[in-house]
């Protein structure tokens, strides 16, 4: 894992660099970069594949006091990462589970050269049903987020239906990725503290004037969803298709929210023929 250091403080990312054309994956929340391991495989030494782990509360590196972690304030870090590595127009941006490249694609649209948003917040969906809004309501609590994640420590009860993981996978989430997510927020109060913040500053106004500005987004765009997803409704992943001027749309079967882990060959091959279209 290489750093970098941001205005919020050091980043942890991987690059499996090479000069392929550079492809920025990017993870959601109560995760981090390694829930894209299937895909940066796929994709091998015919792409750089950089993969940060953003601050959502899974992330190992303290941040800067004062450090601004607002759903606004992550798109602009991606932007900020972005800069600092000197991407170029040929760069493509993925995201899964969040919504914060809508949203920098929105403010700065001349940073996203071309995206792919995969399975994500959108529209009025935010926080997200059924795991987001467990965890928006956990975050409300004094000791939620901590309580909640020594339940999600239970491997039994990560399998439970309709709640956490469970709810975004098709697959069971091996239960080593969601240990290595967990442990940050089961053993540093710090950690958890950014993630009730984030949670606690989210509106459902911000997702709405994404949207809205993405209709003037004039670069390639792909939307690719999971025909099955309980949280995302695959209706905001054509609506999205729709409103983006150059925007297509491809469906997974046995897919829902976590792309990169139900269907890691569909969304591979979905950023391969993209690139090579665009």
């Known amino acids: 894992m290489a750093r970098i250091d941001l205005g919020v403080g050091p980043i942890e990312y991987e690059d499996t660099g090479g000069t392929g054309t550079p492809v920025v994956l990017l993870h959601g929340l109560v995760q981090d970069g390694s829930v894209w391991r299937d895909v940066v495989e796929l994709l091998g030494e015919e792409f750089r594949c950089l993969v940060p782990t953003l601050p959502y509360g899974c992330h190992r590196i303290p941040l800067k006091p004062g450090a601004e972690v607002t759903p606004t304030g992550m798109a602009r870090l991606i932007g900020e990462f972005a800069d600092a590595l000197k991407l170029g127009d040929d760069a493509v941006f993925v995201e899964n589970d969040a919504g914060r490249l809508q949203q920098l694609a929105a403010e700065r649209p001349d940073r996203v050269g071309r995206m792919v948003i995969a399975g994500c917040e959108a529209f009025d969906n935010y926080p997200p049903r059924a795991g987001g809004k467990m965890l928006d309501a956990a975050a409300r609590v004094p000791g939620g987020i901590a309580f909640l994640v020594r339940t999600l420590s239970v491997r039994a009860l990560r399998r ?102 139900d269907r890691p060959d569909g969304l591979a091959a979905a950023i391969r023929e993209f690139v090579a279209a665009t």
Do not use: F, N
């Open 160 to 261: 439970v239906p309709g709640t956490g993981y469970a709810v975004m996978a098709h697959r069971p989430v091996p239960h080593d990725l969601i240990d290595r997510w967990l442990k940050p927020l089961r053993t540093d109060p710090a950690a958890r503290g950014v993630l009730v913040r984030y949670l606690r500053s989210a509106h459902k106004s911000e997702m709405m004037e994404a949207a809205d500005a993405l209709r003037t987004y004039d670069r390639p765009a792909l939307v690719v969803w999971g025909r099955q997803d309980a949280m995302m409704p695959p209706a905001h992943g054509r609506r999205l298709a729709e409103l983006l001027p150059k925007g297509r749309l491809v469906e997974l079967d046995e897919c829902r929210t976590l792309i990169p882990l």
